[in-house]
């Protein structure tokens, strides 16, 4: 069996930002059960370093669920499986998340 897994970006818009978006160089994964999920997202627009970058998702049918941050604090459901790290001289932001099940089926989210 398959998870399909999907990765929309979000733009974020902040007072003091001119302008802000995040570009997703994923846009579909299929990963079998056990398997370990990576995702990358670049900013752009506006001081990269400056800002915590979060993960959040949003399985079908379901509220966004906020997974973890690059301040290095995660969602209890998320702790122990999941590391996000970033990557300031480029303006990236990853998400690693292991171990996957059907459950993390969703649409994973950069902000």
């Given at each position: 069996?398959?998870i399909?897994?999907?990765?929309?970006?979000?733009?974020?818009?902040?007072?003091?930002?001119?302008?802000?978006?995040?570009?997703?160089?994923?846009?579909?994964?299929?990963?079998?059960?056990?398997?370990?999920?990576?995702?990358?997202?670049?900013g752009?627009?506006?001081?990269?370093?400056s800002?915590?970058?979060?993960?959040?998702?949003?399985?079908?049918?379901?509220?966004?669920?906020?997974?973890?941050?690059?301040a290095?604090?995660?969602?209890?459901?998320?702790?122990?499986?999941?590391?996000?790290?970033?990557?300031?001289?480029?303006?990236?932001?990853?998400?690693?998340?292991?171990?996957?099940?059907?459950?993390?089926?969703?649409?994973?989210?950069?902000?």
């Amino acid at each position: 069996m398959k998870i399909t897994l999907s990765l929309l970006l979000i733009l974020l818009s902040f007072s003091r930002v001119k302008c802000e978006s995040m570009e997703s160089l994923q846009t579909a994964v299929q990963l079998k059960p056990g398997e370990t999920l990576s995702l990358s997202c670049r900013g752009s627009g506006f001081t990269f370093s400056s800002y915590h970058m979060n993960w959040i998702r949003q399985q079908a049918g379901k509220p966004l669920e906020w997974m973890g941050w690059t301040a290095g604090d995660y969602a209890k459901p998320f702790q122990g499986r999941t590391e996000i790290t970033r990557d300031d001289s480029n303006s990236m932001v990853y998400l690693k998340l292991s171990g996957v099940t059907v459950e993390d089926s969703a649409v994973y989210y950069c902000a």
